[in-house]
């Protein structure tokens, strides 16, 4: 049985069946009585805990700080700087991704409690463009959706991201399983390609 599962069965029966073991705990303390996550004010969680935010000129893209999480899978972005995305949330501070995969995910909706995210409004985002490696807008970069991860180097399923449109339409070209519908901006992470990654 999964936690979610858990928590929806009745607290009175599984008091019973459980009691003293300590098994409710994490159902009681994440949820409030309606079984919505109960809010205590403190901003987001990931993994039980507030995001942790770098600051960030939010004008041009930095860096990755050594040592830090990708909020969606937990990987370091420092491991995969060919892969590598960011985004910014305003004056709040950035968080840094291994993969346009994990920015797709997270944009998608930054507040989900896996991610941990702040709910405000996202000011800035990079991603590593295909085959240079260079950090370009990813606003304006064009992205394949890919779903053969064969076919990159990227640390797990990822949309691959092009900073030009017609580098992106040869990439497609190159497979008969891809076409030009596939190309999208990233306004697609919370459209088209919502929960395709990961």
């Known amino acids: ?13 599984l008091v019973a069946v459980v009691a003293g073991t300590g ?12 079984g919505t996550n109960a809010d205590d ?9 507030a995001l942790e935010l770098v600051d960030h000129p939010s004008d041009e893209p930095i860096d990755p700080p050594e040592g830090y999480n990708c909020p969606v899978c937990n990987m370091q972005p420092n491991d995969w700087q060919d892969w ?6 305003g004056e709040d501070g950035a968080t840094f991704f291994d993969s346009p995969g994990c920015l797709f ?8 409690p ?8 996202i000011t800035g985002a990079w991603v590593s463009g295909f085959e240079t490696g260079e950090l370009t807008d990813a606003e304006d970069a064009t992205f394949v959706l890919e779903h053969d991860h064969d076919r990159t180097t990227a640390p797990m399923d990822s949309p691959v ?7 992106a339409v040869a990439y497609v070209e190159d497979y008969d399983d891809l076409s030009e519908d596939d190309i999208v901006g990233l306004d697609a992470a919370s459209g088209e390609a919502e929960g395709m990654y990961p």
């Open 1 to 13: 049985m999964n936690r979610s599962d858990a928590c929806s069965v009745s607290r009175r029966a």
């Open 23 to 34: 098994f409710l705990a994490g159902c009681l303390d994440d949820e409030g009585d309606d």
């Open 41 to 49: 004010g403190s901003g987001s969680e990931n993994g039980g805990e």
């Open 84 to 89: 590598d995305a960011q985004l910014v949330h």
């Open 105 to 112: 995910a997270y944009y998608a909706d930054p507040t989900d």
């Open 114 to 121: 896996n991610h941990g995210g702040p709910d405000s409004e």
């Open 161 to 167: 991201p092009f900073a030009d449109r017609e580098d």
